[in-house]
């Protein structure tokens, strides 16, 4: 039987290497690049929009500091929907995604059918983003949320070690 060839099969030294160094800095110039894996601007060039077009860099954002614009509370939030099975799911789904506050939004197992984490300015807007809009929304049961009160680590860095041979 014939085994399917990832992307991942095809990476080498020197894309291990671009890709490590993007999530480092993407705004680093394709010189700057080639002078961190040796290689010229023009084959950084070209392995680079080989990997955007394989879809293995999904997208080059800029990613902005919370305390800088004046985001000081940070929260995990656990959604619980009071039913399953018909709507609720998907409802609760298309709504949370024109929530600003909510930045990333998990399906998950366990206690809870979905994890939050929300940014606000202060305690009064998380409150009003988890009583007046979420707890609104057609199907939830249940929000238990937790207020961060040190980030230890946040990333956007996915580990590569995996990929290396």
């Known amino acids: 039987m014939k085994r399917e060839t990832s992307i991942s099969d095809t990476l080498d030294r020197y894309d291990m290497g671009l890709l490590a160094a993007l999530q480092h800095n993407a705004q680093a110039t394709?010189?700057?690049l080639g002078e961190t894996v040796n290689?010229?601007?023009s084959q950084v060039s070209r392995r680079i929009q080989r990997l955007e077009a394989s879809g293995l860099i999904a997208r080059t954002v800029a990613l902005l500091s919370p305390a800088h614009l004046g985001l000081g509370v940070r929260a995990i939030s656990y959604v619980t929907l009071a039913r399953h099975g018909g709507e609720e799911g998907p409802g609760f789904e298309r709504a949370v995604l024109d929530i600003p506050e909510v930045v990333?939004?998990?399906?998950v197992t366990g206690e809870s059918d979905y994890i939050l984490k929300i940014f606000a300015a202060d305690l009064q807007t998380l409150s009003d983003t988890v009583?007046?809009?979420l707890m609104r929304l057609p199907g939830v049961g249940a929000i238990r949320s937790n207020i961060v009160l040190q980030c230890i680590k946040s990333t956007s860095a996915l580990p590569l070690t995996h990929l290396q041979g």
């Open 30 to 32: 394709h010189q700057q």
């Open 39 to 41: 290689l010229s601007a």
């Open 104 to 107: 990333e939004c998990f399906a």
């Open 131 to 133: 009583l007046k809009r």
